[in-house]
């Protein structure tokens, strides 16, 4: 199995510029994530997702948006990108409230 | 927000030396983790608590959480160089998760 996957591993964006993170996990979870890492510090929910279809506001989602068409993709969208969206992104899933899985994480820089 | 403090911030040991990492709120939480992680690495879970009071040991770490549900601890004896990493406490309350801002422990050998 492949957990969570996570594409791409890097990615440099002008201001203003959109681009979608893209996250599979391929455990049949329900439950899925986006977090997002700022430098020395803890993870910040940005969406969640509790099925296909679902999707709800973590703390930070502002500049964000989510879909969850099947049960294993969990696509985040960034439109206009600013750099307060500088960050490391990770994507997680789990069967129920449970153990995450964390993919390997997303580095984007907003210049 | 559900502001969840760890402390302390950084610890730097020497190895075969004890230590406490302490994760503290002011919101009570429906059960509390603790992951570990690696640099340019996702966080890997070490334990979950869920009920007041719980102690759960792995090996050679001792996690307590709180009778109130609100703090939890990480206790490691005799650390390893191989503990080297951040460690994050994370509460859960209706279907989210709320992270700590981490401890980064060093240690030396």
């Known amino acids: 199995n492949a957990g969570v996957t996570q594409t791409p591993k890097f990615r440099i964006l002008k201001i203003g510029q959109s681009m979608t993170l893209q996250c599979t996990q391929d455990?049949?979870?329900?439950?899925m994530y986006w977090y997002r890492q700022d430098p020395g510090m803890g993870l910040k929910l940005i969406y969640y997702?509790?099925?296909?279809?679902?999707?709800d506001k973590g703390e930070v989602p502002n500049g964000y948006n989510v879909s969850r068409s099947t049960t294993e993709d969990f696509p985040l969208r960034l439109e206009l990108a600013a750099p307060s969206q500088t960050s490391v992104y990770f994507c997680?899933?789990?069967?129920?409230?449970?153990?995450?899985?964390f993919g390997p994480g997303t580095r984007l820089t907003v210049t | 927000t559900q502001l969840l403090e760890q402390s302390p911030q950084f610890l730097s040991i020497q190895e075969g030396e004890n230590l406490t990492v302490y994760c503290n709120s002011s919101?009570?939480?429906?059960?509390l983790q603790w992951y570990r992680q690696e640099p340019g690495e996702g966080p890997v879970l070490l334990v979950t608590?869920?009920?007041?009071?719980e102690v759960k040991k792995l090996k050679r770490l001792t996690f307590q959480f709180g009778d109130a549900r609100k703090d939890s601890s990480l206790h490691i004896t005799a650390a390893q160089t191989g503990d080297t990493g951040l460690y994050l406490c994370?509460?859960?309350?209706?279907?989210?998760?709320?992270f700590g801002s981490g401890t980064k422990l060093n240690v030396k050998p």
């Open positions: 994370a509460g859960h309350n209706f279907n989210k998760f709320y």
């Open positions: 919101s009570v939480f429906s059960s």
């Open positions: 997702s509790v099925g296909a279809g679902i999707t």
């Open positions: 455990m049949n979870h329900n439950y």
């Open positions: 608590v869920v009920t007041g009071g």
């Open positions: 997680a899933s789990s069967y129920y409230m449970d153990e995450q899985y």
